[in-house]
């Protein structure tokens, strides 16, 4: 099986214009996750995926894969199905986010995994809540899975619902999942599920993948140890250099 791992890299943020290119102790950020994806065993190869000269040209300087993509993507993965587009040969394509310059190549090496099962459409990775701030903060998505290791639904509520306890107490009571934003899609369903239209759940939500759900596609998950700290906000920075450095 041949696996592509894509870095959608946009330049024009709305909460943080130019972040590919901020300098994090001496080398930029997209440098930063694409030696890190480099690092994974499980991807034949690795392309930035930029609508930007100035991303494109940078990735080039430290000898990067990169093509040069429309600039109206609505997403990330919309990005990737350009990417497959146009290079040929690959089964399978892993979307990684451009603004998590430690990502751990374990990751991606366990989302890789989901794929030997031959059910699987789309794969993405989950970890345990362990704590109220994430369990109960909107900008955390939640998942709920099924007895096949499928997700069933993504939320950015506390789901379930614990209508027997205090919500002081859910996180005794029950095992919480929240999403890791990393998928893998079969290019095949990648070209697909950018051809659906925007669905009533992914309208209320705001989270792309209850699109896929909605239409039927089986999206497996993985459990992993790892959390993700991604760069939003140029205060982000600070958490990022404070851990790493």
Known sequence: MKIIGIIPARYASSRFPGKPLVDIAGKS???????????????????????????????????????????????????????????????????????????????????????????TDIGTLVKTIENEEDLFSENTPKVIIGSKQQALYFSRQTIPFLRSADRSEWLRKHIFYKHIGIYGYRVAVLKEITKLPVSSLEKAEALEQLRWIEHGYNIKVAQTEFDTIAVDHPEDLDTIRKKYF
């Open 29 to 119: 950020m997209i440098q930063r996750v694409y030696e890190q994806v480099k690092g994974c065993s499980s991807l034949s190869e690795v392309v930035v995926a930029t609508d930007d000269e100035r991303i494109e040209q940078h990735v080039r300087s430290f000898a990067g894969n990169v093509i040069l993509t429309a600039a109206n993507h609505e997403s990330g993965t919309d990005r990737c199905a350009e990417v497959v587009s146009k290079i040929n040969g690959f089964d399978v394509a892993i979307n990684i986010q451009g603004d998590e310059p430690f990502i751990n190549p374990l990751q991606i090496d366990l989302l890789c995994s989901l794929f030997a099962d031959p059910k």
